[in-house]
T-cell receptor, first 112, second 115 residues
Framework: GDSVTQMEGPVTLSEEAFLTINCTYT??????LFWYVQYPGEGLQLLLK?????DKGSNKGFEATYRKETTSFHLEKGSVQVSDSAVYFC???????????FGTGTRLTIIP | KAGVTQTPRYLIKTRGQQVTLSCSPI?????VSWYQQTPGQGLQFLFE???????NKGNFPGRFSGRQFSNSRSEMNVSTLELGDSALYLC??????????????FGPGTRLLVL
């Protein structure tokens, strides 16, 4: 079945550091890929998405590229801020299977 | 445009009771999905409704059920509550194009505590 494996946390970085959170997936066909973010006490917010190979999703300085050859969708940001502290979830949605499959989440803490 | 709303936000129940959670999707979204989030199991898919029909169901016991109304609002019900049902229940809505879901947008969740 479909699955998502993402980098275990927690991850702690200093402000302005470079961020990478790894995400790889297993799915049949060509799934859509997503990064969602969850702030304390809240639901999930869509951060970015990509629907086909080589697409790059971007939002709020975050980027991720859909790499079919490596089945990956790594999240990157060039300079993190304290306000980026949250839990990040990688997810996929396979066409015809109307649900999201999530990774385990990566807790990110940014220190001033 | 208003986002996905869920009520209530917090609930405390005791074992054996039943509970009903409500979700109002974004205007124009006709697909509603439910997820359970726990520290141990992470985010797990419960079920998805479109046009008042359940199209997909996750691996949960029959105590978990749901329905969707003609205005696309959805409810989920958990009967005979167990301690392990304590979780954050998230609802997501999406637009349907060509019979398939577009991006899912989530509500703030209902936090259920079973004592």
């Amino acid at each position: 079945g479909d699955s998502v494996t993402q980098m275990e946390g927690p991850v702690t970085l200093s402000e302005e550091a470079f961020l990478t959170i790894n995400c790889t997936y297993t799915a049949t066909g060509y799934p859509s890929l997503f990064w969602y973010v969850q702030y304390p006490g809240e639901g999930l917010q869509l951060l970015l998405k990509a629907t086909k190979a080589d697409d790059k999703g971007s939002n709020k300085g975050f980027e991720a590229t859909y790499r079919k050859e490596t089945t990956s969708f790594h999240l990157e940001k060039g300079s993190v801020q304290v306000s980026d502290s949250a839990v990040y979830f990688c997810a996929l949605s396979a066409r015809g299977n109307e649900k999201l499959t999530f990774g385990t989440g990566t807790r990110l803490t940014i220190i001033p | 445009k208003a986002g996905v709303t869920q009520t209530p936000r917090y609930l405390i129940k005791t074992r054996g009771q039943q509970v009903t959670l409500s979700c109002s999707p974004i205007s124009g979204h006709r697909s509603v999905s439910w997820y359970q989030q726990t520290p141990g199991q992470g985010l797990q898919f419960l079920f998805e409704y479109f046009s008042e029909t359940q199209r997909n169901k996750g691996n949960f016991p029959g105590r978990f059920s749901g329905r969707q109304f003609s205005n696309s609002r959805s409810e989920m019900n958990v009967s005979t509550l167990e301690l392990g049902d304590s979780a954050l229940y998230l609802c997501a809505s999406s637009f349907i194009a060509g019979g398939h879901q577009e991006t899912q947008y989530f509500g703030p969740g209902t936090r259920l505590l079973v004592l």
